[in-house]
């Protein structure tokens, strides 16, 4: 699973700093590397292709540009607002990431 400290592929993330702040998206890709991460359908920038052989077909597109990992903050499901994550070891041994406002386990 891909993840830089506290965010993952697939969390839903509130922006909360740039053009994007206070819009709501599903985690896409995580990129460890930059430390950015790509929101759907968020942070849109048009891109001219060229055509290629076969089905690509050429034209402008569209896609999300990368947002560094800072400017966004994990939803939490129970408190409904944007939270910082603590991470705790269970009894069995398994490391889970846990909200810091209400103790809500994270992980599924």
Do not use: W, Y
Not at 57 to 80: D, T
Not at 81 to 103: E, F
């Amino acid at each position: 699973m891909e993840s830089i400290g506290d965010i993952r592929k697939g969390d839903r993330v509130k922006v909360i700093a740039g053009k994007e702040k206070g819009k709501i998206g599903a985690v896409l890709r995580v990129e460890r590397d930059k430390q950015t991460v790509f929101i759907e359908k968020l942070n849109m920038v048009k891109r001219h292709q060229k055509a290629g052989r076969g089905k690509r077909q050429g034209g402008m597109i569209e896609k999300e540009a990368p947002i560094h990992i800072s400017n966004v903050m994990v939803m939490c499901g129970k408190c409904v607002g944007p939270v910082r994550i603590k991470k705790r070891i269970l009894d069995d041994g398994k490391k889970v990431r846990i909200c810091a406002k209400c103790d809500e386990i994270m992980d599924t």
